[in-house]
């Protein structure tokens, strides 16, 4: 099985502020590894995804996240963030040895300020 | 651009009741889930359905719950006798068939049903 942790419930910035949300995993097989965004009152989008290749993954909105095998991390990023990225960003992994079961975060609650 | 829909979008119902969720996932996936997240907690693995079969199932599915695809474009989880603690999101999701590969590995998921057992 994996988990997955997100250190941070709740991340404050102000617009246009660089972000970083952490994620780190574990898992005792290989892993692809997810990004969803949840805005209010609607569903889970998914942001980005790494299945293989460049450890470097852009995703939809400017974000982007690196996928970091030692040390088991799959941060997520935006070098300027707008007042409509204030939503609940949720990190996700799924295993080699079974990826239609996806394990979840708690989420990272990002309030963008003006 | 194709999604997926769920039914209703916020239920209130009386511990004991019979509760049944509704969804339609995107018309050419093959593999169907339910999720659920507390308020405050994790997006947790209900269920997963493909073939009309349950694929894999969590410990908190137990007998109180039950997926069905009635037709060709429904799937529901029914909660036979809801008690409190079943109060939460419950999210549908659907992917392609996994023999195609992991190019996508993407879950699509609805928008959500919320459950409040009083």
């Known amino acids: 099985a994996q988990s997955v942790t997100q250190l941070d419930s709740q991340v404050p910035v102000f617009e246009e502020a660089p972000v970083e949300l952490r994620c780190n995993y574990s898992?005792?097989?290989?892993?692809?590894l997810f990004w969803y965004v949840q805005y209010p009152n609607q569903g889970l989008q998914l942001l980005l995804k790494?299945?293989?290749?460049?450890?470097l993954v852009k995703g939809i909105n400017g974000f982007e996240a690196e996928f970091n095998k030692s040390q088991t991390s799959f941060h997520l990023r935006k070098p300027s963030v707008h007042i409509s990225d204030t939503a609940e960003y949720f990190c996700?992994?799924?295993?080699?040895?079974?990826?239609?079961?996806?394990?979840f975060g708690s989420g990272t609650k990002l309030n963008v300020k003006p | 651009e194709p999604e997926v829909t769920q039914t209703p979008s916020h239920q209130v119902t009386q511990m004991g009741q019979e509760v049944i969720l509704r969804c339609v996932p995107i018309?050419?996936?093959?593999?169907f889930y339910w999720y659920r997240q507390i308020l405050g907690q994790k997006v947790e693995f209900l269920v997963s359905f493909y073939n009309n079969e349950i694929s894999e199932k969590s410990e908190i599915f137990d007998d109180q719950f039950s997926v069905e695809r009635p037709d060709g474009s429904n799937f529901t989880l029914k909660i036979r006798s809801t008690k409190l603690e079943d109060s939460a999101m419950y999210f549908c999701?659907?992917?392609?068939?996994?023999?195609?590969?992991?190019?996508?590995?993407?879950?699509?998921f609805g928008e959500g049903s919320r459950l409040t057992v009083l």
């Open positions: 996700a992994v799924s295993g080699f040895d079974n990826f239609n079961k996806f394990y």
């Open positions: 898992s005792s097989v290989s892993v692809y």
């Open positions: 999701a659907s992917s392609e068939a996994w023999w195609r590969g992991p190019n996508t590995g993407e879950l699509f």
């Open positions: 790494y299945l293989s290749g460049s450890t």
């Open positions: 018309s050419n996936h093959l593999y």
